[in-house]
């Protein structure tokens, strides 16, 4: 469930093309979906509004994959989806 909400922020993420095929847990935010330093915060910005939540500025430094975040989202709502 959290992995899909995941990939329906990223296909509605307006400020960049992400090639949906390397959405993969182990893809690289920056790497191999090219995100830019500026992409990766409105994508945060979209997360936290998608989930209700606030991400911390420090928090962000951990998430280098689409899996760091489905794990640090997982941890967040205390599940294992």
Do not use: W
């Not at 922020?9 to 690289?28: G, I, W, Y």
């Not at 920056?30 to 998608?50: F, K």
Request: aromatic share 8%.
């Amino acid at each position: 469930m959290i992995f899909t909400r995941m990939q329906k922020v990223l296909r509605d993420f307006a400020f960049t093309e992400v090639d949906m095929s390397k959405a993969t847990m182990s893809a690289s935010l920056m790497g191999d979906l090219r995100l830019s330093s500026l992409s990766l915060i409105l994508l945060v910005c979209d997360l936290e509004e998608e989930f209700d939540i606030e991400i911390p500025h420090e928090d962000l430094y951990g998430l280098e994959t689409l899996g760091d975040v489905h794990a640090y989202l997982c941890g967040r709502f205390d599940r294992n989806e």
